[in-house]
């Protein structure tokens, strides 16, 4: 079968690789469409918790086409996506509900062979049927949605508070839907291209600014004591250390985009003291997917307007690279075309 390889960091090929084998407990997925995301770019440099060679694709829908004879809960033809969250239901993570955390954590597409692929094999318990009221390019979707859920589980936040959200790229468009659904007042969304930030209008900003050097004075003129919520979704450091500059006291900074494994960023802690700002984490997801699909069943989120290229696997190493430039938004990938 034709896949995505990273042979090694900075190296990526498609070529013929052996189709997958079923183990117990398993299904075998024919990919329908795979999403790329920035976390296989870090991956692809080398910046996150992957090893190589990796055929990476975390974010996909798919046909089951074969089934271990141990699975009952699925058959040949069912249309699935599956949380490439993968965890053991042992550890004191597990056990305590921090699933994410598990200590013997995999991740399809970043641990083991992802969905870049024509076919991939998981866990069948990692697995959620897909509505026949969402498209194929929709259910590609689910798994960054289910993240974005996550995020929200995790900030505390009151309904009419402002928020700053740094970055719209796909994530970020998807977290600004979330947010104004999620009660946001004021919701300002800060990006380098301004056709991106007309999207964020759309999509539930009350305004946007260009990311520029005067951005902290423009963002005090909005909300003279800082914004009570502020979003990073770039995961660039430099971005993150002038955001905290227009976080109010008692603020709530959610960390989602993610940084390279080394990076670094220089707060003062007398500030996070006297303003007490808190600075909360979000990783992966943990078992939001169900919350996923009941949000875009209903019409919550709107992810057709967030999926700017759909092409052949052929086409992911020039894609990676123009992705890598923000010059594109959400990239699918039919490895059938």
Known sequence: ?????????????????????????????????????????????????????????????????????????????????????????????????????????????????????????????ACYRVPDSLSDAEAAFIEPVSCVIHALNRLPMQVGESVLVVGAGPMGLLITQAMRHHGAGELVVVDKQPNRLEMASTMGASRTLEASANLTDELRRIEPHGFSVIVDVTGVPEAIEQAFASLRPRGRFLQFGVTPRDATVELSPYDMFHNDWSWIGSFALCYTFQQAIAWMTAG????????????????????????????????????RA
């Open 300 to 335: 919550v989120i709107n992810v057709k307007p967030l999926i700017s290229h759909r092409l052949p696997l052929s086409e992911f190493p020039h894609a990676l690279d123009q992705f890598a430039k923000g010059e594109t938004l959400k990239v699918q990938f039919d490895p």
């Open 1 to 125: 079968m034709q896949a995505v390889i990273f042979n090694e960091p900075l190296s990526v090929s498609v070529c013929d690789t052996d189709r997958p084998t079923v183990r117990p407990g398993e299904v075998l997925i024919q990919t329908l469409l795979a999403g790329l995301c920035g976390t296989d770019l870090h991956i692809f440099r080398n910046e996150y918790m992957s090893s190589f060679p990796l055929t990476p694709g975390h974010e996909f829908v798919g046909t089951v086409v074969e089934t271990a004879q141990d699975v009952e809960d699925f058959s040949a033809g069912d249309r699935v996506v599956a949380d490439p969250n993968l965890y053991c239901g042992r550890c004191e993570f597990c056990r305590n509900q921090q699933h994410n955390h598990c200590l013997n954590w995999q991740g399809v597409g970043i641990t083991r062979p992802g969905a870049l692929a024509e076919y991939v094999a998981v866990p069948a318990s």
